[in-house]
């Protein structure tokens, strides 16, 4: 297997916001189809956290404009994936998980202030930064992991449901019994190194049976 880690422009950068990301992202997927021949379908988007949410953003660009990008990728593989920012970072100190994860308010107002174009919260409202709004009518399987314990449990369950609803494709899903946000980046620095590794081996399984 090939991996392309896209060096995309992030919004720590000085001056870069929403939708830079989306575009090196759609840069990326346009190499790899058109320059580089390789079958949409021998393709698989995957992200963690807010690298989730930019390869859900991808893949409604995709599916919107098959007449630019082509067919849909073979699938999908999501790692706690932020999945709505239109509520106040705030709300998340008074959610029970809000005790046993690392993320906080403070995060996520400073994402709001470098991800969003002059901070502007209405552009959260859209589909294409909170996924959670609108299901993307993909076709493509996608597994999405997430830990019980961690702050963005709530979203990530409800835009389950909005994509099981909404959505054409199959949903393969696995929340890691007390596991903290993204146990996929920093299992091994935190203790979850082993679930990280079984996480990955029953996404790479649930992909492989939708062939």
Request: glycine fraction near 10%; include cysteine; proline fraction near 9%.
């Amino acid at each position: 297997t090939a991996v392309l880690c896209p060096d995309y422009r992030l919004s720590s950068y000085p001056g870069v916001h929403f939708p830079a990301q989306l575009q090196d992202a759609l840069g990326a997927y346009a190499h790899l189809v058109f320059r580089l021949g390789i079958p949409p379908r021998d393709i698989v988007l995957s992200g963690d956290s807010a690298g989730a949410n930019l390869a859900l953003a991808l893949l409604r660009c995709i599916v919107t404009r098959p007449d630019l990008l082509g067919d849909e990728p073979g699938g999908v593989m999501l790692w706690s994936p932020w999945v709505d920012a239109s509520y106040p970072p705030e709300d998340l100190a008074k959610r029970q998980e809000f005790r046993t994860d690392y993320l906080g308010p403070s995060l996520f107002q400073w994402t709001y202030r470098t991800f969003l174009p002059g901070s502007d919260r209405s552009l959260a409202e859209s589909p294409y930064i909170s996924p959670a709004k609108e299901a993307i009518p993909t076709t493509a399987p996608i597994f999405i992991q997430w830990g019980s314990a961690e702050v963005l449990k709530k979203d990530v369950v409800r835009w389950v449901e909005v994509q099981r609803n909404g959505g054409k494709g199959r949903l393969g899903i696995y929340e890691v019994p007390f596991a903290p946000h993204n146990i996929f980046l920093g299992g091994n620095l935190a203790g979850w190194e082993k679930e990280a590794r079984t996480a990955v081996e029953k996404g790479i399984r649930y992909l492989n049976k939708m062939e």
